[in-house]
Each structure stands twice: as C-alpha cells, then as structure tokens.
C-alpha cells in the first residue's frame, strides 16, 4: 500500500497504483526511460531516479515519493480550476505550483505529496525535490548533451502534441533525456533502414547495367550480342515476305506456284 518505501519492490499492480497508469502501460512505459524490472518488479528507487529525476534524502523525502503521482485533471478539481486553466499557470514563470511532469499527451502528472503541502500551507508552500543533475536539460542543450546534430532535435520538437517527455517547474521546461534518447534511437533506425534499401537499390541498378549495358553506338558486347552476331550475315540478303527468319529462304520453293497452276491459269 501507498507510500511506498524506498526500497520497494513493486508489483505492476502496485506502479498501477502509484503512476495512475493502467496495469498494462506500465512495463512499454518505464522501458522508454531505460528503466526495466529486476526480475519481475522494479525497485522504486530505480523508478524515482530515472523517470523523475529525484532520490529522496530524508525519511520525510521517502514518504513524499512513495506516495505517488496524481493526474491534472484530478489536482485542477482540487484546486477549483480548469485543467487547461492549471497547465496554463504552470507553464508560466514564477508559478505557485509544483513541478508538473508532462510524460505523454494528456499524461501531464504531479506529485500528490506537494500538492496536499500546497493546499495546506496558508502561504502556498510545500516542499521542492532537487533534481538529479543530467536527468532533464533545456532544449538548447539537448544536442550537446546527446551528441546529436541540432536539426534531429528539431525534428523531434516540431509536433507540439508530442513532445518527448519533460518536466515543467516554474514555468522552465527541460526534456528528460532518456526519452529523447529512446525517440531518437527509433528514428534513427528508420533513416538507417532506408538509408540501406536506398544502398541496395543502387547496387542492383549497378550490377544490372553491368550484366546487360545498352549501347548506344552499335557495340556487340551485353545481353545482345549474340542476336548482333546473328543479324550481321543478313545484311544485304533480299527476304521474301514469307520468311521468318535467315533461314527461311529454304521454303522458297515450297511457297512457289507449282506447274499445274501455271498450266490452268491459276
């Protein structure tokens, strides 16, 4: 049951639970950000490092991660709001509101522990989670980060309806690079797939045209060398319409008119 100690074993049930996604998300979910199961649980720790980018510190720190992620739409009724009145607020500088983690379209996530302390506080305070350093970075950073040239990010960036998976704290937004890693690895083995085919089209043009070139100029090597060789002794030979070929000329008197026509006026 919630919270879950740091050293928590967990179940798909229980990251169920603790994620809001349902049972069968869970597993393709977590392996976008590299983290997999040892043997058929995941340690919690592994699971707040990897896709939060937190670690807790203190008991106090356990029990606030152990508790769990809510969904915006759940904080927004919380709060008296919209959902889109919420993720408006919380993509602005110098918002009241905790880090919000946007995993997926409409999976945008808080943690439920700083949402209970905000609503709590009489000044709208809870308590923030340093975050571990390389986790998450700017956009503009991305590239360098990842060795990658500029324009792959870019490319990634261009659908606003699906962003790789960030984290929005005071209006500032750093993309978790496990998943930009992951979406770029995908993409680049369709490039190198097509990339190969494009390879491999090419060669078979080559090998063909190298087996059978056509000449242009009246050449007799390739694939019709032999018919040139044939057709070169016909040069000048008349051919009757009957024939079908240089050695037709043998029917010629089968297709003559015999005697006995000649005689009846035929």
């Known amino acids: 049951m919630l919270p ?3 050293f928590h074993a967990a179940t798909l049930l229980d990251l169920h639970r603790w994620s809001t996604l349902s049972r069968n998300e869970v597993r393709p979910f977590l392996a976008r950000f590299g983290i997999h199961p040892l043997g058929t649980k995941y340690p919690m720790l592994r699971v707040y490092e990897h896709l939060l980018g937190l670690s807790p510190a203190s008991a106090a720190e356990e029990l606030m991660l152990g508790g769990g992620l809510m ?16 993720l408006d607020a919380a993509r602005s500088p110098n918002n009241m509101y905790p880090p919000l983690y946007a995993l997926g379209p409409k999976r945008h996530l808080v943690l439920k522990a700083q949402v209970e302390q905000l609503l709590s506080s009489p000044k709208n305070a809870f308590h923030g989670l340093p975050p571990i350093p390389g986790h998450a970075v700017p956009a503009s950073r991305l590239a360098r980060t990842l060795e990658v040239s500029p324009s792959r990010i870019e490319a ?4 606003k309806d699906d962003l790789p998976a960030r984290v929005i704290s005071q209006g500032s937004v750093r993309y978790i690079v496990s998943d930009v890693a992951h979406r770029l690895a995908a993409t680049g083995s369709n490039e190198g797939s097509c990339a190969k085919e494009k390879v491999l089209a090419e060669e078979m043009i080559e090998d063909a045209l190298s087996v059978a070139p056509i000449s242009t100029c009246g050449g007799t090597g390739g694939l019709f060398s ?3 060789k044939h057709a070169i002794p016909q040069r000048g030979v008349p051919r009757p319409c009957t024939q079908s070929g240089f050695d037709a000329r043998r029917g010629d008197r089968v297709h003559a008119r015999p005697s006995e026509a000649k005689l009846s006026g035929i």
Not at 72 to 82: K, Q
Not at 156 to 159: E, I, W
Request: no cysteine; proline share 0%.
């Open 4 to 6: 879950f100690a740091r």
């Open 71 to 86: 969904r915006v739409t759940t904080v927004a009724e919380w709060f008296g709001v919209t959902g889109e009145a919420l």
């Open 156 to 159: 990634l960036l261009v659908n």
């Open 226 to 228: 032999a018919v040139t």
